[in-house]
């Protein structure tokens, strides 16, 4: 008798494990519209932050618990009242609000971090769970460094955690040491050694040996009810457990697990895209799932067989992750109706103005470019997605660069409608373009700490794409900017983090 597949729930921290990675922090419009996409998705739980920590991440998480209509939003905190209090008080106006709390449980985290006996760590996470439960009735528990723990602990642990009202708990890999056999064992043991009741059994695993998604695959088919992971695998060190591999995986080789997820894969590839854009930071090209040579057959024999019959070389289609098998190429003949509908594939949800905007500088490029493909897309959409008030807007730009001579660069900005101008020297044109703009921008520390450029598109005539980071004091902003010409990228995606700066 066929049994229906058990159901694995998805517990996405792109916000919060994946955000506080280096590199990847994102300001509160970028973590809604990461939300948007994680909605769009069907994750079960998205953790959106950790309340406790900032200002500005208590403020992201109340926004998204109440912009986030059916998965259920979560905020970490450590087990102690102040950060459980302020866990409930950021999430309490959401659909459906989860506290996550979590202590250590390892001897060495035991006795090196929290310098705490395992008698009053229990102590702790009972009571905690307890004090959680009071406020919000659905309460996560996480035994941080469980795979290094003591097993006796940890079924008490568990089993005292459960009666103190956490409807899940989780057994992390937090220090990505395990391995599929042990990381296995370790969950069937639990659930041969501890009655559960109705509690889901968590997993999350980080990458350190590049056995994020292989653990977390064991553990599922160990009885894992619920999977912790990120977009792209992003994350702490080498990252999380990657949701696009564990959903693929699960979705392909169902029959394989017993297990379904409820992910609507078809948004894999925009939600990617998104992170990427939000955060800089880029996947690999042979990235499983959403690298860019994911599905591409290059050599002669897969292109024959693909063409045969593409179940020769392809286990799962590009459509089935979000990508169109034919990518419509756009062109200057192209409409405003083709190209906002790719758009609409492509996963942006614009408004009017942005769609018009876009539109005007689609044409600016087609005119340069013979075609116009998705990243060129995606790489003027990162330049007008951030909403924000224009205080500076560049005009115009002059540079003289030459090996023999210091470069120098002239600039023009417009600032809150005032037109400005100032030369600066610099070590190449771009660092004196930098230079001119400070001396407009009327902010007096501002350090570029990240500056990245790349090809969005291959050929001679590609787009550049450039993101910057700049602090200005304690605040720091991403811009982005892309231009078939590097230099005027450049100068977008500082004047962009500049608006940011000022905005936020
Ligand atoms: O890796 C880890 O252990 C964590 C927990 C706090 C859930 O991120
Ligand atoms: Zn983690």
């Known amino acids: 008798m066929n049994q229906s597949p058990r159901r694995i729930y998805v517990f996405d921290t792109t916000l919060r494990d994946g955000e506080q990675s280096p590199g990847c922090t994102m300001n509160l419009k970028d973590k809604l519209l990461v939300a948007e996409h994680l909605e769009a998705l069907r994750v079960d739980v998205i953790e959106a932050g950790f309340a406790a920590a900032s200002r500005g991440d208590f403020e992201s998480v109340s926004a998204i618990a109440r912009q986030v209509k059916h998965a259920s939003v979560a905020s970490l905190c450590r087990a102690l009242t102040k950060d459980i209090d302020a866990a409930w008080e950021a999430v309490q106006g959401a659909a459906h609000p989860r506290i996550h709390t979590f202590i250590a449980t390892s001897p060495i985290h035991m006795e090196y971090k929290l310098k705490m006996a395992p008698e009053r760590v229990y102590e702790q996470a009972i009571a905690m769970v307890q004090y959680a439960r009071n406020k919000c009735a659905d309460v996560e528990f996480s035994l941080e460094d469980a795979s290094r723990s003591e097993r006796p602990f940890i079924y008490r642990m568990v089993e005292g955690v459960i009666r103190a009202g956490a409807r899940t708990v989780n057994i992390p890999d937090t220090v990505g040491y395990s391995i599929p056999s042990e ?273 969005a598109t291959s050929g001679a005539d590609a787009l550049g794409s450039v993101d910057v980071r700049v602090r200005n004091n304690d605040r720091v902003a991403r811009g982005h900017g892309s231009s078939t010409d590097v230099i005027e990228a450049s100068l977008l995606a500082y004047v962009q983090a500049l608006n940011v700066l000022c905005s936020e």
Request: aromatic letters at 4%.
């Open 183 to 455: 990381y296995a064992q370790l969950i069937a043991d639990i659930r041969a050694h501890v009655d559960l009741g109705d509690a889901r059994l968590a997993v999350h695993c980080h990458n350190d040996l590049g056995l994020a998604v292989a653990n977390t695959l064991a553990a599922v088919a160990a009885g894992a009810d619920q999977v912790e992971c990120t977009l792209n695998g992003i994350g702490e060190r080498a990252g999380n457990a990657a949701l696009e591999e564990i959903a693929m995986a699960l979705a392909t080789r169902r029959e394989a697990f017993g297990a379904t997820t409820n992910i609507d894969t078809s948004k894999i590839y925009a939600a990617s895209r998104c992170v990427v854009q939000v955060t800089g930071s880029r996947v690999q090209a042979n990235k499983a799932i959403v690298g860019e040579n994911a599905f591409a057959h290059e050599s002669g024999i897969h292109q024959h067989g693909v063409l045969a019959n593409p179940l020769t070389y392809e286990i799962m289609t590009p459509e089935s992750v979000g990508l169109p098998r034919n990518q419509m190429v756009l062109g200057k003949h192209s409409g405003r109706h083709a190209f906002e509908s790719r758009l609409n594939e492509l996963g942006f949800n614009l408004n009017k103005e942005q769609i018009d905007d876009l539109f005007a500088k689609f044409k600016n490029l087609a005119d340069r470019k013979k075609t116009v493909g998705d990243t060129d897309i995606e790489a003027l959409v990162g330049d007008v997605r951030v909403p924000i008030e224009e205080q500076f807007k560049l005009l115009q730009f002059n540079v003289l660069a030459s090996n023999a001579v210091t470069p120098m660069s002239t600039v023009r900005l417009s600032v809150k409608g005032k037109t400005v101008e100032q030369v600066a020297a610099g070590d190449g044109p771009i660092n004196a373009s930098f230079a001119a703009i400070n001396k407009m921008c009327g902010m007096k520390n501002l350090i570029l700490e990240s500056f990245t450029i790349n090809a």
